[in-house]
Nanobody, 123 residues
Framework: QLQLVESGGGLVQPGGSLRLSCTASGFALHYYAIGWFRQAPGKEREGISCINNKGSSTNYYVDSVRGRFTVSRDNAKNTVYLQMNRVKPEDTGVYYC???????????????WGQGTQVTVSS
């Protein structure tokens, strides 16, 4: 059974850092492009980034996270990471990862999703 599990969420102060992990089970992650999404309270889910299957290319879709968030992956550990630095209260939300069988991030419809992990940025 294909499964993604996010972890690493929690409460962090503004300006702090947090690293989220997305670990796959039931499939080899190196065949998949991975997307990170978030849903803030009262808002629609938005796509943050996508990393290709080899980790050689990453797209960031939200201007406010560029330069603060970094996506990386360790296919040997079947895990993708979202490093969040200099976090802001507006980064609060549930963060999801999603996987799709593709070498790149072009025109993807993600079909496998994790359950999400809560990130709260507050002093």
């Amino acid at each position: 059974q294909l499964q993604l599990v996010e972890s690493g969420g929690g409460l962090v102060q503004p300006g702090g850092s947090l690293r989220l992990s997305c670990t796959a089970s039931g499939f080899a992650l190196h065949y998949y492009a991975i997307g990170w999404f978030r849903q803030a309270p009262g808002k629609e889910r938005e796509g943050i980034s996508c990393i290709n299957n080899k980790g050689s290319s990453t797209n960031y879709y939200v201007d406010s996270v560029r330069g603060r968030f970094t996506v990386s992956r360790d296919n040997a550990k079947n895990t993708v990471y979202l490093q969040m630095n200099r976090v802001k209260p507006e980064d609060t939300g549930v963060y999801y990862c999603a996987a799709e069988t593709s070498p790149d991030c072009e025109d993807l419809e993600f079909r496998t999703w994790g359950q999400g992990t809560q990130v709260t940025v507050s002093s």
